[in-house]
Every structure is written in C-alpha cells, then in structure tokens.
C-alpha cells in the first residue's frame, strides 16, 4: 500500500458508515426544519468529519508499528470513530437545546 494512503484507508473504509450516520443525524427529530437547524446540521457534519480526519492523522502518526504493520490502522479507525460519535452525540444534545423554539421553553 502507498504510503501516503495509509494515513487515510480508515476514512474511504468508513465512509459509507458516516453516509447513514449523518442521514439519520440531519433526518431525526423530524420537526422541526428550520434553516437555522439545517445549517446547524450541516455545521455539526462538517466538524464531525474534521475531527474525524485529524483524529485518524494523529492516531496513525502515533501508534507504534512493533505491535504489527495494521496496529495503525486499527487504532486510527477505532479513534477515529470515537471521535466522529463523540462529535454526533454532542451536536445531537447540543442541538435539542440550542434550536429550542420559544413555545417549547414557555411549556416547561
């Protein structure tokens, strides 16, 4: 494998994950959709994949190759993904309060 590559195997791997992940993040609650929530989402996504890319860079950079030639890229996918949950999981909590509507406020 070109070792320019490497560094990057976990992000081609995983791509099609993210593709559901991030389709479930920008669909789930369904209501409601305001501009202010698709830019959100799409804010979220876009951290949450340069965060995911930079993880997997600095795993990689890291991990130590006597434990085998694939020690790398496991830890760089298994940090990586982490990352990308982490980021996903803080932006759906984040979401629910910060794109809360003034009636739902006034409910509580």
Known sequence: MNAAFAPYLAVVLFLPWFAILATLFCLLPREPRTVTRRRFDAV????????????????????????????????????????????????????????RTPDARDRR
Not at 46 to 69: E, I, K, Q
């Open 44 to 99: 979220a996504l876009a951290f949450g994949v340069l965060a995911f890319v930079a993880s997997v860079r600095v795993a990689h950079g890291v991990a130590d190759p006597r434990f085998g030639g694939m020690w790398p890229q496991v830890l760089a996918t298994a940090v990586g993904y982490g990352v990308f949950l982490c980021t996903l999981g803080g932006a759906f909590l984040a979401r629910r309060h910060i794109l």
